[in-house]
């Protein structure tokens, strides 16, 4: 999967990204969407360990990535958006 970052910068000279502007609590967990390159800009989760720390899906295989936003919790449920993202 690749290591992630803390910078907003997903073309950071080392591999992955977190975006700070994407972060939601659910279920006890942080979901939020980081860059890797392998998988792009893709959801990911948090249960405040490394080893907790995965990726959730690959909505989009492979380096392009699905781009979620807009995370938000309605309802017990967690909803986001995403699309192919462009290179």
């Known amino acids: 999967m690749g290591d992630l970052n803390t910078s ?36 990911w989760s948090c249960d405040g360990t490394s080893a907790g720390t995965v990726q959730v899906s690959d909505l989009v295989p492979g380096p392009v990535g699905s781009d979620p936003r807009d995370l938000f919790v309605h309802g017990g449920l967690l909803y986001f958006t995403a699309h192919e993202a462009s290179t």
Not at 15 to 29: L, M, N, Q
Not at 31 to 40: H, I, K, L, N, P
């Open 8 to 43: 907003t910068a997903p073309q950071a000279s080392w591999p992955g990204g977190v975006e700070g502007d994407s972060f939601v609590e659910f279920g006890g967990r942080l979901y939020f969407r980081a860059w890797t390159e392998a998988a792009g800009m893709e959801l």
